[in-house]
């Protein structure tokens, strides 16, 4: 699966050069996203902005490298959705809140939530 990747110093910005993320790219996109060398160590954005639309298991591909990066301690943010796939990862995961209209805001979500870490660790 191609990526257009932009590596920052804190941040990983991936973006899926598909049209349809389906059952048949799901297992690939997860293991290769979570696999990518770059994302060590870094927050991720998913600039979705290729995809038009996505099956039931390219959904869960997506929820599971959200999921992922947060079990990592690390955060997460999709950026670039159609309002169609908007709407159908809110409902099925209620628990991503980091759907961003712009990647300028995407930026901003995980920014906010890595400087929130430091200061979480410097109080304790």
């Known amino acids: 699966m191609e990526f257009k990747i ?10 899926p050069q598909i049209t349809t993320l389906d059952a048949n790219l799901s297992a690939r996109f997860t293991k290769e996203v979570s696999e990518l060398p770059d994302l060590e160590g870094r927050n991720l954005i998913l600039d979705m902005a290729l995809v038009e639309k996505a099956d ?3 959904l869960e591909a997506i929820l599971t490298v959200y999921h992922q990066l947060y079990n990592g301690g ?6 670039g ?3 169609t796939l908007t709407n159908e990862i809110k409902a099925a995961d209620e628990t991503v809140y980091n759907l961003a209209p712009t990647m300028l805001e995407a ?3 995980v920014m906010m ?3 929130e870490r430091e200061l979480m660790q410097d109080e304790e």
């Open 74 to 79: 690390m955060s997460c943010a999709l950026t």
């Open 56 to 58: 039931h298991a390219g």
């Open 81 to 83: 959705l159609n309002s």
């Open 6 to 15: 932009d590596t920052k110093e804190k941040i990983l910005i991936v973006q």
């Open 107 to 109: 930026i901003d979500l």
């Open 113 to 115: 939530e890595d400087y």
